[in-house]
């Protein structure tokens, strides 16, 4: 066995669920086990688990036949144990000081913590209170700063251009307008990229304010040259360049007011301005379940036995990340509260543009 900084880890799942979590958990535990000989704890539910002390040693066997199956061994949660500062009767703690205390009751010398924006927030500001913490980047949404790419995207993406392509025969065969709305929260890498890997006609993102006119302008001239059908992307943080200048407080009112979800706006709106037919289909969960593509198991490989090299050395305080096909290592306040958005001249929306894709502009 190989010298290592760290004798015994604990690793958890947090946030939403995504293709690749099991393969990211399996690289870093056997690499652990076999090359270092450390002992690995698994924490259920994610930073809750942690928390409540819920937590089990694991073995290589734990880990057998897990490489190709979606969501987490681990279970998860979207526990943000910073949020509160009420204390448990019983124990008269706060969720961060339990979180401390239970980190030392289990005697880890380091935690591993795989998730998006919100877990690696929480990483960063655990190893600011004196935790040794390394982050795996996972996101569908693509959206963490300082990783050319996250695990679980490129599955979500495979998920939505597949429904995409399915969406195509229904749209021509009643030559309506099918909009389809995709995950990604704030950003629009996973509508940009599904939408020009499907073909979309229109792809809308929340990067690019939308105007319905020059949609409605599209679709319609779609129609004249001879293609009586269209089909729309639609992230689901996509809003119009009316809503663009809201404040943040006023945009957020007016969307939980909001009886439906944004397709739907979409949908009503080229109604009334084409008078085409529209149907609209949201994916939701679809895109985060099932099983990895063998891009994502690579990728969460990758970042695992990454991930467990650092911790041998002790490079805590960081998150495993990918730039120019190289895994790398970056820190955690660099990445914490912060959203990877689609630049306005990114090269795919370039390419959109020049294939005759509308974005709404």
């Known amino acids: 066995m190989r010298d290592s900084a760290v004798k015994t880890l604990g690793i958890l799942t947090s946030g939403g669920d995504a293709p690749g979590l099991n393969a990211a958990l399996r ?48 279970g998860t949660s979207r526990e943000k144990p910073f949020k509160s500062t009420g204390r448990n009767p019983e124990t008269g703690r706060t969720p961060v000081e339990s979180i401390i205390h239970n980190y030392n009751e289990l005697g880890l010398d380091a935690l591993v913590v795989l998730g998006g924006n919100g877990t690696i927030t929480t990483a960063s500001l655990l190893a600011k209170e004196g935790l040794n913490v390394i982050g795996l980047p996972k996101t569908i949404d693509n959206d963490l700063v300082e990783t050319d790419i996250t695990f679980g995207f490129h599955t979500a993406v495979s998920v939505a251009t597949e429904a995409i392509d399915r969406l195509h025969t229904t749209a021509h065969s009643h030559n309506r307008i099918m909009i389809i709305e995709v995950m990604g929260h704030k950003a629009g890498w996973l509508g940009l990229y599904a939408g020009i890997a499907g073909g979309g006609d ?26 009586p059908f269209s089909i729309v992307v639609v992230a689901e943080g996509a809003l119009s360049e009316d809503e663009s200048f809201m404040e943040k407080k006023e945009f957020k009112r007016r969307r939980a007011e909001m009886p439906y979800s944004i397709a739907y706006r979409v949908a009503k709106e080229l109604e009334a301005a ?19 593509v063998p891009y994502d198991r690579v990728l969460a490989t990758q970042f695992g036995t990454t ?32 959203i990877k958005k689609v630049p306005y001249n990114h090269p795919l929306l370039i390419s ?6 509308c974005f709404g502009e």
Do not use: C, W
């Not at 076999?34 to 002390?53: A, D, H, Q, T």
């Not at 959109?352 to 894709?357: A, F, K, L």
């Open 27 to 74: 690289g870093v535990a056997r690499t652990a086990i076999n090359e270092y000989g450390m002992k690995v704890i698994g924490i259920e539910k994610g930073y809750r688990g942690l928390i409540e002390g819920k937590a089990k040693v694991l073995t290589g066997e734990d880990f057998s036949g897990i490489l190709t199956r979606g969501g987490t061994i681990l």
């Open 202 to 227: 229109v792809i809308l993102i929340p990067e690019i304010p939308y105007k319905i006119e020059p949609i409605a302008a599209h679709i319609k001239k779609r129609r004249e040259e001879g293609h």
């Open 274 to 292: 084409t008078d085409i037919e529209s149907r609209v289909t949201v994916l939701g969960y679809l895109q985060r379940g099932g099983t990895p």
């Open 307 to 338: 991930a467990a090299h650092m911790l041998a050395a002790g490079d805590f305080g960081k998150m495993v990340a990918l730039r120019n096909g190289l895994p790398t290592a970056v820190p955690l306040d660099k990445v914490a509260g912060k």
């Open 352 to 357: 959109g543009r020049e294939v005759g894709t």
